[in-house]
């Protein structure tokens, strides 16, 4: 989406032309429409934005790092200490997220760094770090808002000051979240159906908080720091409500606004976890036996991930360097990666999802209407090759909802992925005519209705003049009314031939679907015919 962006040329455009056949552009902000990396790739079109993306997150990665090193330092724990808790953070697990949905961790830093103000007293920059919050997820924001207040009541016991600089923050962001917002309050998204009763059963297999990439992504000495922590006046607290939220699903559905009790928004309370982590060792002055607790790390599932903690850790407590402490924070996060390369990056489908073939079939062909893909439909939605290629499917979550039912529950284009709200390119003829669909890429030739006209290696793009236009005027009409009256399968032809609108009309139209019984019977019998034929 990020090189698509690019592709419009504009910074707040209104619409994207090329998705959906033509949408809102705020159907896709949270995908990085105003991110720093993203702007700044506007300045250098002929780079590949995957540049810009992978650096921009590893910067954030590092970051984070740092800025918990930085975080705990300022608080009075021990270089040690500090150091053996920013490792801990830079390879959680949640970071696996770095390489695909990466907008679940971008906001980290921008939490580290406005604990940081809160310590130091300096809350008016934390409007800033706001803004930031909002520009790379603003779904995860009001957690983080609600984060920081609770770190900055556990510290300082006051809210006040910091309320009035996190109001400024969401002032300043408003083009952002305003237009974004009102879209989603008009679509009445419906989500899934939670069982209140349900989100006050303990759940115990802690996905927020340990291993699961989902959530905190920790390790089992996380766990064992949150209960050590019940033992002091100071962390018993918070240390208390900590164990709550990862353990009863109702704070998992506050944080995330009541619309469903995903623990991945616990990713938040990552800081507060790795700080109850380093008050522990420090007060019961554990500094020489961290080497036995890193050791922990090779009891959990994550053996070669512990065993490299441990010898970082090892060797950053024998040689007391301090100007190799970031060094050494490097070499945990080139590993992690090294670890995960198979699973970040499927080459075979890079290569699909980028390929040249594709790109020059797109470049040299007159495109007078819609384009279809049909090679690897889910991820190929928001993928364009060309601005002159326009396409009907898409993937957002805050998706037209009235064109997600015509296509999924009116026209019944088959549902090809785990999640509905990706509008995939289908086969259907009807989303095909109906949407206007004139050009299809596939590898195979052999689509009804539709005639090759070109092909570059193994891929092939066909043709069909016979659709709906894209804009058209017709008196064919039928109401609302008279159409929901309508079932499966009465109700294709039906769309096909009228043009459903809101009020009554006199255009009568009567199904020309019929039933043919004994159908399974008659194919059975020509079955056993052609294997006859076949025999002789």
Not at 138 to 154: A, H, R, S, V
Not at 252 to 268: D, E, H, M, P
Not at 470 to 484: A, K, L, N, P, W
Request: proline content about 3%; some cysteine; overall charge positive.
């Amino acid at each position: 989406m990020a090189d698509y962006f690019r592709q419009t040329q504009q910074l707040l455009p209104d619409s994207f032309a090329n998705l959906q056949g033509q949408t809102n552009a705020f159907s896709f902000s949270y995908y990085g429409l105003l991110r720093p990396d993203v702007l700044v790739s506007y300045l250098f079109p002929n780079i590949p934005i995957h540049f810009f993306i992978i650096g921009y997150v590893t910067l954030l990665w590092s970051s984070t790092g740092g800025l918990c090193y930085c975080w705990l330092r300022n608080k009075g724990y021990k270089d040690s200490i500090s150091f053996f808790s920013s490792i801990c953070c830079i390879c959680a697990n949640c970071f696996f997220q770095s390489h695909q949905q990466i907008m679940f961790i971008e906001i980290l830093p921008f939490l580290f760094l406005s604990f940081i103000l809160i310590d130091k007293n300096k809350r008016q920059w934390i409007s800033l770090c706001v803004v930031m919050a909002l520009f790379h997820n603003y779904f995860y924001t009001p957690g983080m808002i609600l984060i920081l207040l609770l770190y900055d009541y556990d510290q300082n016991h006051m809210i006040k000051d910091i309320l009035i600089s996190i109001l400024i923050g969401i002032g300043m962001a408003t083009i952002l979240w305003l237009p974004t917002g009102y879209l989603i309050l008009n679509n009445h998204k419906s989500v899934v159906q939670t069982n209140l009763f349900n989100l006050l059963i303990p759940n115990f297999t802690l996905k927020g908080l340990v291993y699961d990439s989902y959530g905190c992504g920790l390790t089992v000495i996380s766990w064992i720091a949150l209960f050590q922590g019940i033992q002091f006046k100071k962390t018993r607290k918070l240390s208390i409500l900590l164990i709550l939220m990862f353990v009863f699903p109702m704070f998992s559905y506050i944080l995330n606004g009541t619309l469903y009790a995903r623990t991945k928004i616990l990713v938040l309370c990552l800081p507060l976890v790795l700080m109850i982590l380093s008050y522990w060792l420090q007060e019961r002055k554990l500094n020489k036996s961290l080497l036995v607790l890193a050791s922990l790390f090779l009891c959990t599932k994550t053996t070669l991930l512990g065993l490299l903690i441990s010898l970082v850790f090892i060797g950053y407590y024998f040689m007391d360097k301090k100007e190799c402490l970031m060094m050494y924070a490097l070499v945990p996060m080139i590993v992690f990666t090294g670890f995960n390369y198979n699973q970040c990056l499927d080459l075979k489908l890079y290569n699909s999802m980028y390929s040249k073939d594709k790109q020059k079939l797109m470049q040299r062909n007159d495109l007078n209407q819609r384009t279809a893909d049909l090679d690897q439909v889910g991820y190929s939605v928001n993928r364009i090759y060309d601005p002159k290629e326009m396409k009907a499917s898409s993937y957002t979550s805050t998706s037209n909802s009235l064109y997600n039912t015509f296509i999924y529950d009116i026209i019944k284009s088959p549902i090809s992925q785990s999640n509905r709200t990706i509008i995939t390119d289908s086969e259907n003829y009807l989303y095909l005519s109906m949407m206007g669909i004139q050009n299809v890429l596939s590898k195979d030739s052999n689509l009804y209705g539709y005639k090759e006209v070109d092909s570059k290696g193994k891929y092939k793009l066909l043709k069909n003049k016979n659709v709906f236009p894209m804009v058209y005027f017709t008196s064919d009409t039928m109401s609302e009314s008279e159409f929901d009256k309508l079932f499966y399968p009465y109700n294709l032809d039906t769309i096909y031939n009228r043009t459903i609108v809101n009020g009554e009309t006199s255009n009568d139209y009567a199904s020309k679907m019929k039933l043919i019984k004994n159908l399974d019977q008659s194919i059975v019998i020509q079955n056993k015919r052609k294997k006859k034929n076949n025999t002789h």
